[in-house]
């Protein structure tokens, strides 16, 4: 199914808890032109690779079953637009609507990874700023079969996720389909992850506090 961006609001991010069999994973898709973003997001839905993708904005539903839960994907491809990637209420939006973020580069385009580098760290500190959960982001190298005109080594991406927190992934659209099922589960791992890191009571400091809390109670009940 395809929903027009306009329709962001409506499209619901009900979640019944980290651990129910049912979840929805609401995911953005970021990079600049030409990195393979639709395609990535074509092959996850359709398993193809068809080649030339036109540049139409959409947010796609797709209802995938893994390990007996059922996650309910939104993802939200736009074609590449500086006001994306810069702070915009466009792009205000999309951080209000997303659980997790996939932001591609291609390994023989440098500039687009440092795109990326840049993005993490916006991603960041809007998620930061707006006091919402943990952004769950995976980096993805996209293009691994144009090996030849490689710009970009898989360490750089791999040091640029590990200094960030992020998951990272090299694959080809083009010519693996497993790589990118793996870019979308494991994002949604993540997300489970955050959800449920989220719901915890905060380590030593929340025992402190609860702690602290019973013995007001007492002393006033006490008086
Ligand atoms: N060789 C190769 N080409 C790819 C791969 N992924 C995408 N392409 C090609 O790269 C071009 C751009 O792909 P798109 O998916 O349209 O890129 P995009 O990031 O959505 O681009 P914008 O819509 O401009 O933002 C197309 O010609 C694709 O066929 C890949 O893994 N390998």
Redesign the pocket.
């Known amino acids: 199914m395809v929903l027009k961006p306009s329709d962001a609001a409506e499209f619901t991010t009900t979640m019944t808890g980290p651990n129910a069999l049912k979840m929805d994973v609401n995911i953005v898709m970021l ?10 997001t ?1 092959r996850f839905l359709t398993r193809r ?1 068809i ?3 036109g ?1 139409i904005e959409s947010i796609y539903s797709h209802n995938v079953n893994v390990d007996g839960r059922e996650i309910a994907f939104g993802i939200w ?4 637009s500086q006001e994306r990637l810069s702070e915009s209420p466009a792009q205000e939006k999309q951080m209000q609507w997303a659980d997790g973020f996939v932001l ?1 580069y291609s390994i023989c385009d440098r500039a687009s990874f440092n795109a990326v580098a840049k993005l993490v760290q916006r991603i960041k500190a809007a998620r930061a700023c707006a006091g919402t959960e943990k952004a769950s982001i995976v980096i993805v190298g ?5 090996h030849h005109r490689r710009t970009v080594t898989s360490e750089e991406g791999r040091l640029l996720a590990l200094t960030t927190d992020c998951q990272f992934y090299e ?5 693996n389909y497993h790589g990118v099922l793996m870019v979308f589960h494991g994002l949604a791992d993540r997300v489970r992850e955050a959800r449920s890191a989220a719901k915890k009571p905060a380590g030593i400091k929340g025992i402190v506090k609860s702690m602290s809390a019973v013995f007001a109670r007492k002393r006033t009940d006490s008086l």
């Not at 990079?31 to 990535?40: M, R, Y």
């Not at 491809?77 to 590449?80: A, Q, V």
Request: no cysteine; charged share 30%.
């Open positions: 990079g600049t032109d030409n990195v393979g973003k639709s395609a990535l074509v690779f080649g030339e993708y540049d491809d736009s074609p590449y591609v996209n293009k691994r079969d144009l694959v080809s659209a083009a010519e």
